[in-house]
């Protein structure tokens, strides 16, 4: 850098914002982001499996991948909550089954990582479709 009277110079100022192509108003994306979100935030088993059995359908493979390990984390409590869980994972199976072309290896290892700590088993056709990915 050289110096002014005293003062440095600045450098001329790219500018890398108009280099960089420009993100696309993307509402499914943020969607998907927010509903992320809201399955983190569930702490009570029987939120968490009401928000999978009223949104499974809006769900894409991060939530899926998601929804499955906060479901091996949140706070159980007695048989009912067995129950709850049982029901939201055949629902959360499905949906899988349905995004299986779009799962990646992160997804598929919290999957049978949650499957796992569940204890409930996997389903053998999510398992054969999650071992040819």
Do not use: Y
Request: glycine share 4%; proline share 3%.
């Amino acid at each position: 850098t050289s110096f002014r009277g005293g003062r440095q110079a600045r450098r001329p100022q790219s500018n890398a914002a108009e280099l960089r192509p420009r993100r696309e108003h993307c509402p499914a994306r943020w969607e998907a982001q927010k509903l992320n979100k809201d399955i983190r935030e569930c702490w009570e088993v029987t939120d968490l499996c009401h928000l999978i059995s009223t949104r499974a359908q809006d769900m894409n493979d991060v939530n899926v991948a998601t929804s499955f390990s906060t479901l091996a984390k949140v706070r159980r409590s007695g048989r009912e909550s067995m129950a709850g869980i049982r029901r939201a994972v055949v629902t959360l199976t499905g949906r899988a089954l349905q995004l299986r072309e779009d799962l990646r290896p992160r997804e598929i290892s919290n999957i049978v990582w949650a499957a796992a700590k569940l204890k409930l088993g996997i389903d053998l056709q999510l398992l054969e479709t999650l071992s040819e990915r």
